[in-house]
């Protein structure tokens, strides 16, 4: 890791409880997920066209 990623891992645990840092930690995690999630949708819905909002079906 690099120097900055020390002193600032340094910093914030001075600053922050050990409750905060891992609500920080989680909540960061949860957005990283829901972006994977969002690039899955988004790359389905390029193999599927049809099952995009708004399109027309054909019966």
Known sequence: MSILVHALRRTERLLLAGGQQRARRNAWSA?????RHAADRSEAAA???AEQPGALRRA
């Open 31 to 35: 957005v990283c997920e829901n972006r």
């Open 47 to 49: 193999l599927f066209p």
